[in-house]
């Protein structure tokens, strides 16, 4: 594993919230689309309950900062559609390397 930078982690630290907070919005524009559709209100509102609580526990929604976790938080993140990579473009080309990296083999 990379020794991290500390502009990286710096850097990693100013984005999270913004990442987090542009895919909630994403969320939310999903569960107003789903619920407008043409379903019984109470299969809308447990359909809805399950996907929030399954959408809580993601990494887009609710992380915990710790630079021993934060290459395997960003590829999560990259994974689950949260940031691309053109989200890393400020990082150092190591990290974006063994991000790139670790994706490839999953």
């Known amino acids: 594993m990379i020794e991290l930078t500390k502009e990286d982690w710096k850097l990693y630290r100013e984005k999270i919230s913004g990442w987090q907070e542009n895919y909630m919005e994403r969320l939310v524009?999903?569960?107003?689309?789903?619920?407008?559709?043409?379903?019984?209100?109470?299969?809308?509102?447990?359909?809805?309950?399950?996907?929030?609580?399954?959408?809580?526990?993601?990494?887009?929604?609710?992380?915990?900062?710790?630079?021993s976790t934060m290459i395997w938080d960003i590829v999560s993140l990259v994974s689950d559609g949260v940031i691309n990579f053109d989200d890393l473009e400020e990082f150092s080309d190591e990290l974006k390397e063994t991000v790139?990296?670790?994706?490839?083999?999953?």
């Open 100 to 106: 790139r990296f670790i994706l490839e083999r999953q």
């Open 29 to 67: 524009e999903q569960y107003s689309k789903f619920l407008s559709r043409d379903l019984p209100a109470s299969a809308r509102f447990w359909k809805l309950e399950k996907r929030i609580n399954n959408d809580k526990k993601t990494p887009g929604v609710r992380i915990e900062l710790k630079k």
